[in-house]
């Protein structure tokens, strides 16, 4: 899916449009629609996004550039037809907003607005009308002009194609709970107008109203990877046959920024499964990569080179991950990992988002905060699962430990079961809960070893806090104040001096 | 007044002392058994960890100087300076397993009665556990950190120490209800010193000498016996056939003290490795510093020394290795080397040589045996 392509002036508006409805408290409706005219002279392409969300205000439109690159930029005039009215307003307030005007002064025009009549309601309606005139075409050479109309064709569809997904994603990863999204294609042909109304089913959404943002997100992305993505509607039962199978972390950053003390907020979700038999039939593109999956303010987006940046500065080995490499492919950031279990998948969401209205166009310092947050955020997420789930992402260090804990546990097994004095067994026994009676060495030994690696793994989660000391075997009440040197003692290490060690 | 100073600070260094104590089986089970309902305790406490081990330290920072009150018999000992191996260190976790399985192998062996070798142990580790033991050296450090943790000496523990020494010379021993073994009989070979701690502490010791060698190499030991030096200057021979086990030292010891009259004189090469020797009689090592203080004897250095040198010809001196000047730099650092010990290894550094006993034969085979008989009548020794 290339974003990328999709002007950057529809994204914004449509992100505009769903914060607009986020702040609303009602039930708000966010439609696209698209009017194509092939048989008119010039052919027009009318895209309208319209909300029901508080009104706009026009601080939005202001640092709106008119862009030089994305290929509807070549047939655009730069003038977006504005309509909006707050609930308290009496009016509905018409504007035209000329991009291509340099002078800030005759950016804006205002239109005579239109009476209410009482009517208490607010929304917002922006169109841009995209024309290719005839005689261009027909300047080409005749056999080409199949093609031409064809490519125009295509290329509606393919923004069709576009910002339905581009809304599916919205919806079914952010799960934003009180907007309702319609997708409308027109087409004007000979026949007459056709009128295809596609409206997007909004699922029905377990999580409270009051649920936060980033709990949304979590419940979203779920669902998202669940369903192997927008392809099919149902979760998959033969990849995902049960949800223990799903380590879900998720992690929230903040700071305030800019001059208006705007609140940034950073949200990352991460998600580990566990695919026992990965089916033919499921098409998992990935394997052993990761794709991120990223959105700004509510809109997904391509992701930006300093949070690939930021991704590649995250300490990944102390949650016994290696990163290989990032690709940057297509707007989409992949992180291709080394050594990970054939089984085991990683998804990851990161979203950012301005937490007032209007939003800002971002800044050279905003990246600068970006990858902080983006790490913080990221890390947090990690914390998160670690605590949440046993076992999970252990750091390389924990891991070798880890490995002799069969052999401790063994070996005190061993001293437990060679000794014959009874009493010193029966207490051992009840130590780690066991029966006394016909106790075999194998539970003895899983029993300690249960226990230890449970130890290592809590300690890995606490090793970014402060770590205490363990407790000495044996207490000691000498006189004098102890010193506690650690010394590493080197394995296989002769020594200079040894055995003449005066 | 400065000597009832000397006197309570000698009195209050003991309080510094960490030893280990010599047990019985059914007591060092006790300790063992306590260690594991300790680490079981803390393993299933509302706080679970898995404790650490408090290992006494066995570096030179931690070694002390005791001097005796009412003898010269100075010793090294170790205070109570601790180092810890925790399993939580990742490259360290070896180690700390590794003193686990030598508890269990020792409480095996205790459990059954038996006594093992160091060399026997290593085999049994390497077979049991070849991921964690891989060398002897490696094993026998572990030794001494299960008796730095249990405070009981490797005895007690069920090893035997190795049978490397030899006696020779004007002393009858005898074990309890066994024959009488006369050492001056035993041929050029001596009797062997046995490993067990237990025999050599029963053995009932006589003699008639009037001196005590000690001898550092081997090969000497065998000239001076064959020589039959002891009925020249009566005298009983022992050596460890070059660094002092545990049991040559624990016999020289119960000789000094069987027989308090006899002066314990050294022959040793002059070079640091030969002071080195000759030192761990006379005080004891930092590396079985929890037991080897109890074995110091009183040793006098009586050859080769500095103003031998004059006896022996040029050809005969050697450069020092690298090894060499490093034993000398440790000994020069340590603060129990008396004023003329000092002196003398400073001219061995200075020199940059060193010579071997063997460089005396220039004169003679029979030189030896002159040289030690004029150095004692002369009672040139320090």
């Known amino acids: 899916m290339e974003f990328a392509s999709v002007h950057p002036i529809c994204l914004h508006l449509i992100s505009s449009a769903i914060q607009r409805c986020r702040l609303s408290e009602d039930l708000c409706r966010l439609s696209v629609v698209l009017k194509f005219s092939p048989n008119s002279d010039p052919l027009l392409l009318r895209i309208s996004i319209s909300d029901t969300g508080i009104g706009s205000c026009l601080e939005e439109f202001q640092d709106l550039k008119f862009p030089r690159e994305a290929v509807i930029a070549e047939k655009w005039d730069g003038v977006l037809s504005v309509r909006t009215t707050s609930i308290c307003d009496n009016e509905v307030f018409n504007y035209q907003l000329n991009l291509k005007e340099s002078a800030s002064a005759r950016r804006l025009t205002r239109l005579p607005s239109n009476p209410k009549n009482g009517v208490k309601f607010s929304g917002t309606e922006v169109c841009l009308s995209i024309s290719e005139s005839l005689d261009v075409l027909l300047a080409e050479i005749n056999c080409f002009f199949q093609k031409c109309l064809l490519k125009t064709f295509s290329s509606v569809f393919s923004l069709f194609t576009l910002i339905c997904s581009l809304l599916v994603l919205q919806m079914l990863v952010l799960k934003i709970p009180n907007v309702a999204y319609e997708l409308v294609v027109e087409h004007d042909d000979a026949s007459g107008l056709q009128y295809e109304n596609v409206f997007l089913a909004n699922e029905s959404n377990p999580l409270h109203f009051s649920a936060s943002n980033l709990e949304r997100l979590k419940s979203g992305f779920e669902d998202y990877i669940l369903k192997h993505g927008n392809s099919s509607s149902k979760k998959c039962g033969s990849c995902f046959p049960s949800l223990e199978h799903l380590k879900v972390g998720s992690g929230i950053a903040c700071c305030t920024e800019g001059l208006r003390n705007t609140e940034l907020v950073m949200e990352a979700v991460i998600l580990i499964s566990e695919i026992s038999e990965p089916t033919s039939s499921c098409f998992r593109p990935c394997g052993a990569n990761s794709e991120v999956l990223c959105f700004k303010d509510f809109t997904p987006c391509s992701i930006p080179p300093s949070s690939v940046k930021a991704l590649t500065s995250i300490d990944w080995r102390s949650y016994g991950l290696t990163l290989g490499s990032i690709v940057n492919q297509h707007g989409y950031a992949l992180l291709e990992w080394e050594g990970l279990p054939p089984s085991a998948r990683i998804d990851i969401v990161l979203h950012c988002y301005h937490n007032q209205y209007p939003n800002m166009i971002p800044s050279a310092r905003k990246t600068q905060l970006d990858r902080n947050l983006i790490k913080k955020s990221v890390k947090l997420a990690l914390d998160d699962l670690k605590e949440k ?5 252990l750091s390389a260090h924990a891991l070798k430990i880890r490995n002799c804990a069969p052999d401790l546990a063994k ?61 000495f075997l044996f207490e000691n009440d000498s006189l004098q104040v102890l010193e506690f040197q650690e010394e590493e003692y080197e394995e296989g290490d002769d020594g200079p001096f040894s055995p003449l060690d005066i | 007044m400065e000597d009832l100073c000397n006197s309570s600070m000698r009195f209050f260094s003991d309080q510094h002392l960490c030893f280990a104590d010599i047990i019985p089986p059914s007591e060092v089970r006790a300790r063992i058994e306590v260690a594991v309902l300790n680490f079981l305790r803390i393993l299933t406490s509302p706080a679970p960890a898995i404790s650490d081990l408090p290992l006494i330290n066995r570096k030179s920072s931690n070694r002390r100087v ?96 190795s ?151 040029e050809q005969s001196m050697v450069p020092l290795k690298q090894r060499d000047l490093q034993i000398a730099t440790s000994l020069m650092s340590s603060e129990f080397l008396q004023e003329n010990y000092r002196e003398e290894l400073a001219v061995m550094v200075q020199l940059g040589q060193r010579v071997e006993i063997e460089a005396l034969y220039f004169h003679g085979y029979g030189y030896l045996g002159k040289y030690i008989a004029k150095k004692i009548v002369q009672a040139n020794y320090i």
């Open chain 1, 389 to 393: 789930h046993a076992g999970v992402l």
């Open chain 2, 66 to 161: 005791s001097q005796g009150l009412l003898t010269e018999v100075s010793w090294i000992f170790l205070s109570h300076s601790f180092c810890t191996r925790s399993l939580m260190r990742a490259n360290a976790a070896k180690a700390f397993i590794r003193v686990w399985k030598v508890m269990e192998m020792c409480f095996q062996i205790l459990v059954q009665e038996k006594r093992v070798t160091q060399r026997e142990l290593f085999y049994k580790l390497l077979c049991d556990s070849p991921d964690y033991f891989t060398s002897q050296l490696q094993v026998n450090r572990t030794i001494q950190d299960v008796v730095a943790l249990l405070r009981c000496s490797r005895f007690s523990l069920g090893i035997m120490a």
């Open chain 2, 163 to 313: 049978s490397r020494g030899l006696v020779a010379g004007r002393l009858l021993l005898q074990e309890p209800n066994e024959e009488v073994v006369d050492c001056s009989a035993c041929g050029s070979s001596g009797h062997a010193i046995s490993g067990d701690l237990n025999l050599l502490e029963k053995l009932i010791l006589k003699t008639d000498a009037r001196y005590i060698i000690v001898v550092e190499k081997h090969a000497i030991f065998q000239r001076l016996a064959e020589d039959r030096i002891f009925n020249q200057i009566p005298s009983i021979l022992i050596t460890a056939k070059g660094y002092p086990d545990i049991a040559t030292r624990f016999l020289l010891h119960r000789l000094s003290r069987a027989f308090p009259d006899l002066p314990i004189l050294a022959l040793v090469d002059w070079n640091p490795a030969g002071l080195a020797i000759l030192c761990t009689f006379k005080f004891g090592s930092i590396g079985m510093g929890l037991e080897a203080y109890r074995y110091a004897c009183n040793v006098k250095w009586l050859g080769l020394r500095g103003n031998d040198l004059q006896l022996i010809p």
């Open chain 1, 411 to 471: 070996t005190i097994a061993g001293l437990i079961l060679s000794s014959k004095d009874s009493s010193f067994q029966g207490e051992c026994f009840s130590l780690l809960g066991l029966q006394s009676e016909g106790v075999g060495g194998e539970i003895v030994e899983d029993c300690i070893k249960e226990k230890i690696i449970s130890v290592i793994e809590m300690n890995d989660r606490k090793s970014n806090q402060k770590s205490e000391l363990a407790p």
